[in-house]
């Protein structure tokens, strides 16, 4: 019995962390980590001027004050330093975190930009996954979404322009000039040109 209470008692801490993180990256501008998941206990938010903001949230205390470490131009991240210290006392368990965080920096925080909102449900036309596998070989292009879309407006489709530049090379009539290769789109036919890594 008293085992089933404290794992009980301990979910219910749980939820409250993971509600807490549910609104920021519902309600924020998160670029870190790159997928946002319920096990990770940081989340890096763009508050804009190239200026970010690393909170590690306590998972017992999510309500709490977070750690903090702000990212960006030495001018503009001592002002903020200056604030959050300043202001660290406005925080308040009754608030959300993201109310308190607005409340402590005196500004509003940007929201999630709506291209990724969109680019949730964009899949490439090609692999129909939405991220590229994470792995060596691709290097930058590791783990990003679709890249390329086709420029026909009726067609609208979307591709890696791995995939895509993989699928053109399979194909007889896809011509090469330098690193770029032209051909048709794999849906409607109309004319791509897609930029490849001259060493593929």
Same mark, same amino acid.
């Given at each position: 019995?008293?085992?089933?209470?404290?794992?009980?008692?301990?979910?219910?801490?749980?939820?409250?962390?993971?509600?807490?993180?549910?609104?920021?990256d519902r309600s924020l501008w998160v670029v870190g980590p790159r997928q946002p998941s319920r096990a990770t206990s940081f989340r890096q938010i763009?508050?804009?001027?190239?200026?970010?903001?690393?909170?590690s949230i306590n998972v017992y205390d999510p309500r709490s004050l977070p750690e903090c470490r702000f990212l960006g131009p030495d001018s503009i991240v001592d002002l903020m330093k200056k604030k959050w210290k300043r202001n660290s006392k406005r925080w308040t368990k009754d608030k959300s975190l993201v109310e308190n965080l607005e409340n /402590?920096?005196?500004? +509003?925080?940007? &929201? =999630?930009?709506?291209?990724?909102?969109?680019?949730?449900?964009?899949?490439?036309?090609?692999?129909?996954?939405?991220?590229?596998?994470?792995?060596?070989? /691709?290097?930058?292009? +590791?783990?990003? &979404? =679709?890249?390329?879309?086709?420029?026909?407006?009726?067609?609208?489709?979307?591709f890696h322009s791995v995939c895509l530049g993989d699928w053109l090379r399979s194909i007889t009539t896809t011509r090469q000039s330098f690193d770029v290769l032209f051909g048709n789109c794999p849906y409607c036919s109309g004319p791509v040109a897609v930029k490849v890594d001259s060493n593929g």
């Open positions: 019995m008293h085992a089933t209470y404290n794992y009980t008692q301990h979910l219910e801490k749980l939820q409250e962390f993971w509600s807490t993180l549910d609104n920021i763009n508050l804009g001027n190239e200026c970010s903001i690393l909170l /402590l920096m005196e500004t +509003s925080f940007p &929201g =999630p930009p709506d291209s990724w909102r969109d680019e949730e449900q964009v899949e490439c036309g090609i692999c129909y996954a939405q991220c590229l596998p994470i792995n060596d070989e /691709l290097g930058a292009k +590791s783990g990003s &979404g =679709p890249d390329y879309t086709c420029d026909n407006s009726s067609c609208n489709r979307a």
